[in-house]
């Protein structure tokens, strides 16, 4: 938590997953195009740290985030991939949390509110 500055800063998920580095990139440089993503690694190497021993607890222990983890690597994802997937998931979860001030609840499941056009 002493990595992560005031949430209110953040007006939504994405730029809180990129402060922690852990947003897509692709590496480009003159004319070459890259086409691999890879994590941008910009935010804090301490937080990432953290989260990668967080979700090596939480896929162990939480059985939302292992079937993800499972998902993951069904897909034919390598398991640092995987991982590093269960990595930015665990940092959705810790925003919403962490804005609503509820506590976590792994009985939870989200449904989404199909919008209505007028």
Not at 65 to 89: D, I, N, P, S
Request: hydrophobic share 40%.
């Amino acid at each position: 938590m002493g990595e992560i500055p005031d949430i209110s800063a953040f007006t939504n998920p994405r730029p809180f997953v990129a402060f922690a580095g852990l947003d897509a990139s692709v590496r480009e440089s003159g004319e070459f195009q890259g086409t691999r993503m890879h994590v941008s690694k910009r935010g804090s190497p301490y937080l990432r740290r953290a989260l990668w021993y967080c979700a090596q607890a939480t896929k162990r222990f939480d059985p939302n985030f292992y079937a993800f983890y499972q998902r993951k690597l069904q897909e034919g994802k390598h398991l640092k991939v995987a991982t590093v997937a269960l990595m930015r998931k665990l940092m959705v979860t810790i925003y919403y949390i962490w804005r609503s001030g509820k506590s976590y609840d792994s009985e939870y499941v989200w449904h989404p509110v199909a919008h209505q056009h007028a």
